[in-house]
């Protein structure tokens, strides 16, 4: 069972990052799918959701607008793309899925938002 994103790098703001996110070792399209982040100092942060069939998502208030939620099954992958960024988007983004009580979390890739 894994999880790998990537995508992650610096980037000047008002610029755009994707991340992606590799599943492997469980039926991917059963599970819903998260992207959190947590900055140094702070709690990990839920960012987008989105249902196992790709029909729901949500944000958190403060990415609305900038950051949408994809998934592709046929290709086990989450997306997070990433327009406008802000220096206060600088985090580890972390790739969750989700299922019932199991809970299955990636490594993180950092995003650094810097001029």
């Known amino acids: 069972v894994q999880l790998v994103e990537s995508g992650g790098g610096l980037v000047q703001p008002g610029g755009s990052l994707r991340l992606s996110c590799a599943a492997s070792?469980?039926?991917?399209?059963?599970?819903?799918m998260n992207w959190y982040r947590q900055s140094p100092g702070k709690e990990r942060e839920l960012v987008a959701y989105?249902?196992?069939?790709?029909?729901?998502?949500n944000y958190v208030d403060s990415v609305k607008g900038r950051f949408t939620i994809s998934r592709d099954n046929a290709k086990n992958t989450v997306y997070l793309q990433m327009n406008s960024l802000k220096p206060e988007d600088t985090a580890v983004y972390y790739c969750?899925?989700?299922?019932?009580?199991?809970?299955?979390w990636g490594r993180g890739t950092q995003v650094t938002v810097s001029s």
């Open positions: 989105i249902s196992s069939a790709g029909g729901t998502t």
């Open positions: 969750n899925a989700r299922r019932g009580y199991v809970n299955l």
């Open positions: 070792g469980f039926t991917f399209s059963s599970y819903a």
